[in-house]
């Protein structure tokens, strides 16, 4: 077997900037799978098209479908854009912008988790990109994996890299979503024991070869170890659910003071390895508290009759309680794109936000129809990061 | 470094029993730590005899102490026999009996946890056992660990193999603790990845490497693995305190319904699973729930005033929850000894317990004392299982 190792001298001088750094884009995917998104997936659609339309205001957009759907997802973002421009009237950004900000691109997958099956880009200062291509198995293969079949998503970062002619590093076989990892852009990467460490993914490798691979890839010096995610959390607990970056040594993280909450135990330990722990330049962590909704989210018997599952994927029932958490928020240039569930909680998440993120405009998007599918507006994004040159940093 | 698993084959044939498989006797070790046991230690030495004298009733217990302790130990146990005469009278075992089974042995240690210092005891169907000596370094070294100094439990394992002539096999530089694993005897080891994919423990161990060493070493052939423990547990939370066998394929797990309390979802995953994985023979596990206290047992303000920490020590705050659970018993030959809260929950523990064993007697000992430094009966006690010689099975 390859030794990944031996390459790895040839990301030499890159790192992984952070998500609030300039971007050129944004790669999205088209939902249509049966057993992630039900009825079809006609509610989740427009939410996506929602979420395209205001990122592709301050980016571009990349969204990736395959053959049999390519029609269906240029006509439904033209319909949002269309939509768009009618209720937003003159805000600035004008809706030809946004229309030709937005590519539909033929690149076939198994689900619509950009953030996970999509490359993670990362730079360096003489103005190149390199898009990593990690193993993608469905969150655990054969072990706790969701769905039997993932060669399609596994292709997905090369198919994109290929396609706009983006440098590659093939990191197989190590086995990463990029839903797993925060960066700091100055040498922190932000994850959990329960994804990284866990039994579906690299079992033959140890926490410390973990800890030297990420940082070899990702330009990094220091991994920073939350011990979980957000409670039922099926992708093992991302940390892109229960933490995420504003600022460097700034980051919020999911709440909740109620007892009766089974999160609780869980981010008090996150907050705990929080306060225990340095980020590479050695500075302690400034953590705010980002509330999960007052009221869990949940599986309604409605919403269960509209998938359609497949043999070996992994199933919902009625009342199973959903990942709900607003940190799964995506930065991009001009905007904080932020999930709402109709919850009492929803404006306080956009208030903190907002003065965490002074500079940008935060946008509320209801995303229940994005949970159904198991993730949030972060998971189905990934930003690719600006080329830079030199300045004095 | 040397390559520990060059040596392994040295264990060729040999297992490590179940806790409910025949013992010879049983290690524990005098408590006076001024850190962990509040007041001298007094109270806690108090609950150490009763344990003692009751394990004592159907097995050898040796006691380590060291020399400046010897005649303090001597003294306290022959008081706890002489009460222990008076109160249980003609209870079937004799005094002397019990008096002539416990004896006190000069071995020195930084504290009294026999559990995780004293050898993991493994035999063979010839008749011989070997005691396994494990790196100790109090629950996570310099990462996370809770003294600052370690090096005479470190030795505990090999000076109690040397003093009684038993075979040792130094499994260094592997850190254990012998709580954070429970042998079914039959091939299945029960384990937490809270634990023993820890940071402060074998971080260049990956997962499979530390299954496949644990496997060698206890000859099993099948690890399964719970994600956590009880919540607070400062050990990375043991498996011992969260699940044990009480049969092959059956277990108890530390339980509530409460979801109030933060063990409600650390047990509901285990539960999961438990229920997910098959043990080394195919078997489904049968599970039966334990509850934990009703009432959280805290640290009080009067505790803490007994408490004498040295620098570097992991010390304790006013209101700290203890990680209280009935599932930390010992198994000893004719009895089952169960750690009590004065908690409404005592009695249904004792219960459950009795209906699991029901050819030993079940022993309830109030065990506040004994948790207050951290752990509970099964911490500090240590089975040495039976030589066997080969029969049938």
């Not at 479908?65 to 209720?87: F, Q, Y």
């Not at 990690?134 to 890299?161: E, I, M, Q």
């Not at 500075?283 to 949940?298: D, Q, T």
């Amino acid at each position: 077997m390859r030794n990944l190792m031996d390459d790895i001298s040839l990301l030499e001088g890159y790192y992984m900037p952070a998500e609030f750094e300039p971007h050129e884009g944004c790669i999205m995917i088209w939902p249509v799978r049966p057993g992630s998104w039900p009825y079809g997936g006609r509610a989740a659609q427009k939410a996506f098209c929602e979420v395209a339309c205001i990122i592709a205001e301050s980016e571009q957009v990349y969204l990736l479908a395959d053959r049999a759907h390519l029609e269906e997802a240029r006509a439904a973002i033209e319909k949002a854009v269309t939509v768009k421009s009618k209720i937003s009237g003159a805000e600035g950004e004008t809706t030809e912008d946004v229309r030709n900000n937005i590519t539909v691109l033929e690149i076939e997958s198994d689900d619509a988790w950009a953030r996970d099956v999509g490359p993670t880009f990362v730079v360096n200062r003489q103005g190149d990109r390199i898009g990593i291509n990690w193993t993608f198995n469905a969150w655990g293969g054969n072990v706790d994996g969701l769905y039997p079949h993932w060669d399609k998503d596994d292709k997905v970062a090369s198919r994109f890299c290929k396609r706009l002619g983006e440098k590659e590093f093939d990191a197989h076989p190590f086995v990463l979503e990029g839903g797993s990892i925060h960066s700091d852009g100055e040498g922190t990467i932000l994850t959990t024991e329960a994804c990284l460490l866990s039994r579906g993914r690299n079992p033959d490798w140890s926490r410390t070869q973990i800890e030297e691979m990420l940082c070899a890839v990702l330009g990094a010096e220091k991994i920073v170890w939350l011990p979980c995610g957000i409670y039922n959390d099926e992708t093992n607990e991302h940390v892109d659910n229960i933490c995420a970056f504003t600022a460097p040594a700034e980051v919020v993280l999911a709440w909740t003071d109620d007892p009766e909450d089974p999160q609780y135990a869980m981010s008090r330990a996150c907050l705990e390895a929080l306060e225990r722990q340095r980020d590479a330049k050695g500075r302690s962590f400034i953590v705010h508290k980002l509330p999960v909704p007052e009221k869990p989210v949940l599986i309604r018997e409605e919403d269960l009759k509209g998938y359609e599952f497949e043999e070996g994927e992994d199933m919902r029932e009625a009342g199973e309680r959903l990942a709900a958490s607003y940190v799964n928020f995506y930065i991009a240039n001009g905007s904080v794109v932020v999930p709402q569930f109709g919850d009492e909680n929803d404006k306080a998440a956009v208030k903190i936000l907002g003065k965490l993120f002074p500079d940008r405009s935060i946008r509320p998007v209801m995303a229940r129809d994005i949970l159904l599918g198991g993730g949030n507006i972060h998971c189905i994004t990934q930003q690719i990061p600006s080329k830079k040159v030199k300045r004095g940093k």
